[in-house]
């Protein structure tokens, strides 16, 4: 058999890329004392999105990292996981040496920053400093929480090809008119602006995951900010 044919086999064997969304949502973590990860967490500047008590044996926290459209969710009850257990989670960061300076200014204990084989669980492979050609997706930090849970800081500058998500004309329409309605109100008491200097903050934050309540707010912050347009709330 031909290598073509081979290829052609194969491409023939791969289903279609999938029309329904399945976004991932959460992450859960396996943690020994629910409020020192609360704490932890909390510490890093991930925002909390949920503090459930339903009964004494069962409790349920929900964090996010900023300008992530995952979270993570650990608690009381949530896993019968053994704490720390289970592999490194990823982070993808811009900037690993801000990402980095950022972590070291909130006390968290974390690596040196290193390139090569950043998922290798023996640490092989690894090698000092961010990759010497700065190549995206090459240089990593790691830092832990108290439990143990590993997280990796991967530099992310450049994707791959196929790996962004073009977003489609109908969903682009949905979030220009959601960005223009929310700017009625800022428009219709501020004094006379620019409409895209909101409407870039605000789509920005929502691109982000920012809710629509906090990209407003992000919105009439940056106008406030940067132009010194403010209306009263």
């Known amino acids: 058999m031909s290598t073509t044919d081979m290829n052609s086999e194969t491409a023939a064997q791969v289903p279609e890329t999938g029309t329904v969304d399945f976004k991932f949502e959460v992450a859960i973590l396996a943690v020994s004392d629910a409020d020192r990860a609360k704490q ?16 004494d044996d069962f409790r349920v926290l929900q964090f996010t990292p900023p300008g992530s459209q995952a979270s993570i969710i650990f ?3 949530v896993t019968a996981a053994a704490p720390g257990s289970g592999a490194s989670r990823l982070l993808a960061v811009d900037d690993i040496e801000a990402a980095r300076a950022d972590l070291l200014e909130r006390g968290v204990d974390v690596s040196e920053i290193f390139h090569g ?23 990593y930090v790691s830092f832990s929480d ?88």
């Open 40 to 55: 932890f967490y909390a510490s890093l500047g991930w925002r909390e999105d949920a503090d459930f008590v339903f009964t």
């Open 75 to 77: 608690g009381t009850g």
């Open 117 to 139: 084989q950043g998922f290798s669980a023996d640490g092989q492979g690894r090698e000092p400093g961010p990759d010497p050609e700065r190549r995206s997706y090459f240089s």
């Open 146 to 233: 108290p439990d143990g849970n590993e997280w990796l800081l991967q530099e992310v500058t450049t994707r791959l090809p196929g790996r962004v998500e073009q977003r489609g004309v109908a969903k682009l329409a949905e979030l220009l008119l959601e960005t223009a309605l929310n700017h009625d109100r800022f428009e219709k008491a501020a004094p006379e602006h620019n409409w895209w200097d909101w409407y870039a903050p605000y789509l920005d934050a929502r691109e982000h995951g920012s809710t629509s309540e906090e990209a407003t707010a992000a919105a009439d912050r940056y106008m406030e900010e940067a132009h010194g347009v403010v209306v009263s709330r």
